[in-house]
């Protein structure tokens, strides 16, 4: 009996890469995970080794189609790529980093937010790439990296986690609108990349990846990438989104003025609007349907706090159990945590203040709270 359509989801998120294998009805029917590391420089800086988005994907791929059986392998359609956003690596042309990547929370780049500002003005590059000023684009990032090091700049190819991915299972370096809006770099309104921008990096456009609607069909995989990943060579892939505009499509949100929220390493709320509109209360990227502007206000420190609260305050080495103990203890406490306030800031702040030098509070602690009060403070 010939199996029914298979599609898969490649997630390649902060701290791991999922594989999800569905059916046409939207069932999941296989996963697999390989986590990522985060290597932390200095105070301010996160970098990761974009190589291991590659081997991590890899090996998630192989873990979601073990359990599979020959004909449900055969039944393989296609494969779309989610990611982490604002991450950025550069590398040679054929996909060799140069320097590690650095990673969307990295905020080294204070300094190149003033650079900018004085070249092209802070309202310019608010209204051309949908973006307010802080150090989270990948635009100011790159800025950085270039400044330390200038022997790259006429060398380099830029990739955000899309293009990367896109190059290694395919030999095409290609990003989806939804994908690229995040490096800080497109002009929004004309669907492209803004040359007042690229020149802020000092690169040329050929450096920058191809750009294409989200669903486009990027192409079959490379012999190399059929070798290495165990895929049957008829599958073919294509483009995706970033991974909280694909929350909202995954969340059934497909039309103006619906709302989502995606909960994970950060936390992000996002509204579909058919018109290109931009305010310092939220950043404008692409939505994941073409046609659609999500405009999007984010927490940075989401389940973060939640983590720090349990392995470095509470030093549990067994994250879930404690929380599921936390959660359970949380839930007999009133709403308003008995006074107790926590402003979530442990990664600076985006909307509606874009300040990176914003830290944490608890405010209203006394000698009754306890680490119950506390957790439900974050929630």
Known sequence: MESSPLFIALD?????????????????????????????????????????????????????????????KQALVSLTILHQRETVVVTDAVGTPLAPAIMWKDDRCRQELKVAERRVGRVRLHTLSGKPVSTTPSLYKLMYLLKERPELRDVAHIHDVHSF?????TGRAVASFPSADATGMLDMRKKTWADSLIDLIGTERHQLPELVEVGYLIGP????????????????????????????????????????AEIGTALTCGVHTETYEVDEAFRTLFAAIPGLYCCETTVRSGMSTLYWLVEKVLAS???????????????????????????????????????????????????????????????
């Open 317 to 379: 080495e067994d994250r879930l159990p404690r929380m599921k103990e936390l959660e359970e203890e949380a839930l007999q406490l009133p709403a308003g945590s008995q006074g107790l306030v926590a402003l979530p800031y442990w990664s600076g702040v985006m909307n509606p203040f874009w300040d990176e030098t914003a830290r944490g509070v608890f405010l209203g602690l006394n000698a009754e709270h306890s680490p119950a009060h506390l957790f439900r403070a974050l929630l």
């Open 221 to 260: 995989l490379t012999p190399k990438a059929l070798l290495e990943t165990g895929l049957p060579n008829h599958l073919l892939i294509y483009a995706g989104s970033g991974d909280a505009q694909a929350a909202g499509l995954g969340a059934g949100i497909i039309e103006q003025g619906h709302a989502f």
């Open 165 to 169: 991915l896109s190059l290694k299972l």
């Open 12 to 72: 390649a998120s902060s701290t791991s890469v999922r594989v999800v294998i569905f059916h046409q009805d939207g069932q999941p029917l296989s996963q697999g995970r390989c986590g990522l590391d985060v290597l932390a420089v200095g105070e301010h800086g996160f970098e990761q080794d974009a190589l291991s988005w590659w081997t991590a994907s890899k090996a998630a791929l192989q873990l979601a189609l073990q359990p599979l059986s020959l004909s449900q």
